[in-house]
């Protein structure tokens, strides 16, 4: 077709102070063959009734009612409704650029099937963005201008949940939002990951990222980094793992006793390492924890490091490159 048509899945629940602005942003697209599948998931303000007055002034806005709870089967219901060749994703408090749906549908035309489309995000909030989400902002963009975003993806999440655009049946291959694992974003951009996508490199800005206190990402229970970490043990473990190899975490803070916790629980044996003399030599779990050193004297260790300090980063990319072990293959960071 030359001109397919783009389903735009659109969760919302509570967010009339910023929906009419979200669904103009859609409305002014330079590309008009698209619809919109709003799912109303229990609002108790005046969202359902935006939502409503726009699918009254244009027919491509299509809204529905969740009778299930909460994001994930919001997105089951969007995308049980959707007609698209194409299909993409928005967030109901924030803002497309005019050009986002036209700049993603010509790189996947070109590209083909097995592609990923992102855009670069910019954050924005009424009191100004805090440190971490520029550092977030800024580490994103950089992995999506060059459409590396799978190399790091067991630091975080390596694709802007509201801002990425597949082919149908490439969202199906990837079992679309079936599983009930939280973060939603988070596992479909390892689902991505794990079918073999290519992320289509992109250097302009598609995305305008609202952050405020009340937004979903910062209050509900499913966003915390427990989840985060859950997901990245589990597909660290399903995609990666090898058991001839020697399992190794790197680091004794708090994310590195989690994944020490979980393995223990799960009888799978590891090695813990880490530079601190005070813990160095303790028993912790039913593993002593030894000086990374000893990782000089291991054979095809494969590495899981929960260092989040950069400079500390630094210095284990260093270590590991002295040992001519490669990122992202004998070694990956989980933060």
């Given at each position: ?12 629940k ?77 967030d109901?408090?924030?803002?497309m650029?005019?050009d986002r ?32 989400y ?20 067991y ?53 305008y ?8 990402s ?10 985060f970490?859950?997901i ?21 803070g ?7 916790k ?42 899981i490091?929960?260092v ?9 990319k260093?270590?590991?490159?002295e ?6 293959e ?6």
């Open positions: 077709m030359v001109n397919p048509l783009v389903s735009i899945l659109i969760p919302f509570n967010v009339e102070e910023y929906l009419e602005e979200c669904l103009e942003s859609i409305r002014s697209q330079t590309y008009q063959n698209w619809e919109v599948l709003a799912i109303n998931d229990h609002s108790d303000d005046n969202s359902l009734a935006i939502a409503e007055r726009f699918s009254q002034l244009d027919n491509r806005f299509k809204i529905f009612t969740n009778t299930e709870s909460g994001i994930i089967t919001a997105l089951r219901k969007a995308y049980k409704h959707s007609s698209g060749e194409f299909i993409t994703r928005m109901a408090d924030d803002c650029t005019k749906i036209q700049t993603m549908l010509t790189s996947l035309k070109e590209k083909g099937e097995g592609s990923l489309a992102i855009g670069q995000v910019k954050y924005f909030a009424e009191n100004g963005v805090n440190d971490g520029n550092r977030y902002e800024k580490w994103l963009n950089q992995l999506t201008a060059d459409g590396t975003n799978f190399k790091e993806i630091k975080e999440c390596v694709i802007p949940s509201p801002c990425w655009m597949v082919h149908k049946t490439d969202l199906d291959l990837c079992g679309a939002f079936l599983p009930d694992r939280y973060p939603e974003d988070y596992d479909l951009a390892f689902r991505f990951y794990e079918k073999g996508l290519t992320c289509i490199s992109c250097n302009k800005t598609l995305h990222w609202r952050d405020y206190d009340t937004r979903t910062r209050t509900s229970e499913h966003y915390a980094q427990n989840y970490l859950e990245k043990l589990h597909y660290f473990l399903k995609l990666e793992y090898n058991p001839n190899n020697t399992l190794v975490v790197w680091g004794a708090k994310k590195g006793k989690a994944i020490a979980s393995l223990t629980e799960n009888n799978i044996d590891f090695k813990w390492v880490c530079d601190n003399p005070k813990k160095i030599g303790k028993d912790i779990y039913g593993v002593k924890l030894i000086h990374y050193s000893e990782l000089q004297t291991i054979e095809n260790p494969q590495s490091i929960t989040a300090n950069e400079e500390e980063q630094m210095s284990i260093f270590f590991f490159t040992l001519k072990k490669k990122p992202a004998d070694y990956h960071f989980f933060c």
